[in-house]
C-alpha cells in the first residue's frame, strides 16, 4: 500500500495538468491580500530586504529592549578567546567554532563546502556520526568537536576529514519531457580511524560499546537561518498538535518516535512541550533550543545555568591520561592545579559541575532578546503576474501541505526548561496572535535522498526570506546538507519514488518551462 501521502487524503481532485488557460501569459493587476506581504506579521516583519535582510531587529523589539539587541548583537557576530578577562571570553577547551558568523554567514543558511574547516567563514556544517543504526556515538558529543585549545587536542582531526561531492542521476535522467536538464549532486564524508582521538564508543540501554570503524557512519546537517525563529516559537502547541492529528487522519506517514495515535511518543526532555526546532526536532523551546543552546556548547562559554563543559567523559579521560597534555596542563591552567595529581586534575576540571560563569545573566539576556527579535523580511513581488501564476501552480501541485503558507502564533507564553526565563517575562519581544508566512508544516517527513539526513525524517525547512540568500550571503544552498545549489535542484530531489512529495514532483515534471520557472519565482519571492 502506498504510504505517500498526504495528497491522496487532502489533493484528491487536484493535481491536474495546467489548461491552455493557465498557459497564457497575464498582464492584468494581481490582487494580494495585504497581509500577505507581512511574513513575519505586523510584529516580526521588516521590509529591508538588502543585505543586511536577515539582521533586522523586529517591530515587537520596542525602546526598552533596542540597545539589548545591539549587544546581543554584538556577542554573535564577534569570536570567543581565551584571555582570562574582558569581552568574549571563555573559550574551549574544547569547540565547534570560534563564534556564531561561521555556522550562520550574515545570518543566513550555511554554504556548501569541499572541505570541513571550522574556520571557515559560511561552514554551516556540523558533523552527524553514528553508528550503522543511527545512534550517536557516545564517546562524541552530539555536535562533534574539531577544534581545541593548548594543551588539549581536539577529538577529531579536521584535516583528515574528506567531503567528495557525487553526482546523482534520478529516474528521469535529469530530465524534464520538455527536454531541459538539472544536475543533482550529493555529499560523501569520510574520516579515516587515525583521525579520532577518542575511542569509538556508542550507549544503548546503559551498556557502552566500542564500535568497529567499519560501522562508522558520517554525514553533514548544515544550520539554517536564525531569522525569525521567535515567530516559530509563538505557534502554539495546541494548534502545532492539531496539524500532526490532521496529517495522521489523513494517513500521512508520520515519525513514531515524534507522534502517534493523536499524541505526543515524545516531547522535549522532561517538559510536555512539543518538538519544533532543528532538522531532527531535538529541540523544543526557544529559550532552551537554537542560540541558547549554540551559544554554550559551540564554543563552551559557561553561563550561570550552564556551570559546565560540553564534552563527554570519554574524552575527559582520554586527556587526562595523555602525557603531552599533562606535560603542559597547568602551564595553561594554573588555577587548577589543586591536587598535584595532574592526571585527577585534568578530568575534574573537564568534568567539572561548578565551573566560572563566563557569560553573564545579563549578556545572555542581551543575547536572547537579540534572538528571539529578529525580523523576517517582507514577501517582495507578489504582485508581479509570474509570481502570482508560481504561487497558484504552487498551490495547486500539493507543495502547501508540507510547505503549509500560514500560521497564527498563539498568546506567546514564553517557555523555558532551565527557568531562566518567566512565563510573562517582560524582558522578551512577543509575537501574540500574529498571522505569519512560513510555508512549513512544523512536522517531519522523509525526502528518500541518496545518502540521506540521519533517521530518514527531516522536518519542513520554513521558505520565508530564503530568495534573498544570494544577495545576503553570497550563496542560494538549500536543503540539509546544501546538497541543492538553486531551487530546481531543492524541488528535483524531492521526487524518489518513495517521498513523501513523490505526487508533486510528478505533477511539477507536467508542466511548462515557464510554469516551472514561475514557482522558482514565486519560492523566491516568499
Known amino acids: 500500500m502506498r504510504k505517500r501521502l498526504f495528497f491522496l487524503s487532502f489533493f484528491a481532485v487536484i493535481l491536474c495538468s495546467c489548461n491552455d488557460d493557465d498557459n497564457k501569459s497575464s498582464t492584468e493587476p494581481v490582487e494580494v491580500d495585504d497581509a500577505e506581504w507581512y511574513s513575519g506579521g505586523e510584529l516580526g516583519t521588516t521590509f529591508t530586504s538588502t543585505s543586511f535582510a536577515y539582521e533586522q531587529p523586529a517591530p515587537a523589539v520596542d525602546a526598552s529592549m533596542a540597545q539589548a539587541f545591539k549587544l546581543g548583537e554584538y556577542f554573535f557576530e564577534n569570536d570567543y578567546n581565551q584571555n582570562p578577562s574582558g569581552a568574549f571570553t571563555g573559550l574551549g577547551p574544547l569547540m565547534v567554532r570560534r563564534g556564531c558568523l561561521y555556522c550562520h554567514p550574515n545570518y543566513g543558511h550555511g554554504k556548501r563546502q569541499t572541505e570541513y574547516r571550522a574556520n571557515k567563514n559560511g561552514n554551516g556544517y556540523l558533523l552527524v556520526i553514528t553508528d550503522d543504526t543511527d545512534t550517536y556515538l557516545s564517546s562524541l558529543t552530539g555536535m562533534p568537536q574539531t577544534l581545541a585549545v593548548l594543551p588539549f587536542k581536539a577529538p577529531i582531526d579536521e584535516s583528515k576529514i574528506k567531503i567528495d561531492w557525487k553526482n546523482f542521476t534520478d529516474e528521469w535522467g535529469n530530465k524534464f519531457p520538455d527536454g531541459e536538464s538539472y544536475s543533482l549532486i550529493y555529499p560523501e564524508v569520510t574520516i579515516p580511524e587515525d583521525a579520532y582521538y577518542v575511542p569509538l564508543e556508542v550507549t544503548k540501554n546503559g551498556t557502552t560499546t566500542l564500535v568497529p570503524h567499519s560501522k562508522v557512519r558520517v554525514k553533514l546537517e548544515s544550520t539554517i537561518g536564525v531569522y525569525g525563529t521567535g515567530l516559530l516559537d509563538a505557534i502554539d502547541a495546541e494548534d502545532l498538535k492539531a496539524e500532526y492529528v490532521k496529517q495522521e487522519q489523513a494517513g500521512v506517514s508520520l515519525n513514531p518516535a515524534i507522534f502517534a495515535n493523536g499524541n505526543w ?82 578530568y575534574n576540571y573537564l568534568m567539572a559541575q561548578d565551573l566560572d560563569v563566563e557569560m553573564t545573566d545579563k549578556d545572555y539576556e542581551s543575547f536572547m532578546i537579540w534572538h528571539r527579535g529578529l525580523a523576517v523580511p517582507a514577501a517582495r513581488n507578489l504582485d508581479d503576474p509570474t509570481v502570482d501564476k508560481g504561487k497558484k501552480l504552487f498551490n495547486k501541485i500539493g507543495c502547501t501541505y508540507c ?39 512544523m512536522v517531519q517527513h522523509r525526502l528518500f535522498m541518496e545518502n540521506d539526513i540521519r533517521t530518514g525524517w527531516c522536518r519542513t525547512t520554513p521558505l520565508w526570506g530564503r530568495g534573498l540568500s544570494e544577495l545576503v550571503t553570497g550563496a542560494s544552498d538549500r536543503l540539509h546538507d546544501c546538497r541543492a545549489r538553486t531551487v530546481m535542484e531543492a524541488i528535483m530531489w524531492h521526487g524518489n519514488a518513495q517521498s513523501d512529495a513523490r505526487k508533486s514532483i510528478e505533477e511539477f515534471r507536467k508542466l511548462s518551462k515557464a510554469e516551472r520557472d514561475a514557482i522558482v519565482e514565486f519560492i523566491d519571492a516568499i
Do not use: C
Request: charged share 25%.
Open 265 to 346: 511518543t515524545k516531547t522535549y526532555g522532561n517538559t510536555t512541550h512539543p518538538l519544533k526546532f532543528t532538522y531532527a526536532l531535538s529541540r523544543g523551546p526557544l529559550q532552551d533550543a537554537a542560540g541558547a543552546n549554540a551559544i554554550w556548547n559551540i564554543t563552551n562559554v559557561t553561563r550561570s545555568n550552564r556551570r559546565y563543559h560540553y564534552m563527554t567523559a570519554t574524552y575527559a579521560k582520554v586527556a587526562s591520561k595523555d602525557t603531552e597534555v599533562q606535560a603542559d596542563f597547568y602551564k595553561h591552567f594554573p588555577a587548577q592545579n589543586k591536587t598535584g595529581d595532574v592526571e585527577k586534575d585534568i
Open 403 to 441: 510547505h503549509r503558507p500560514t500560521w497564527t502564533t498563539g498568546d506567546d507564553v514564553i517557555h523555558d526548561p532551565s527557568g531562566f526565563f518567566a512565563e510573562n517575562d517582560s524582558r522578551l519581544p512577543r509575537y501574540p496572535n500574529q498571522k505569519i508566512w512560513p510555508y512549513t508544516d
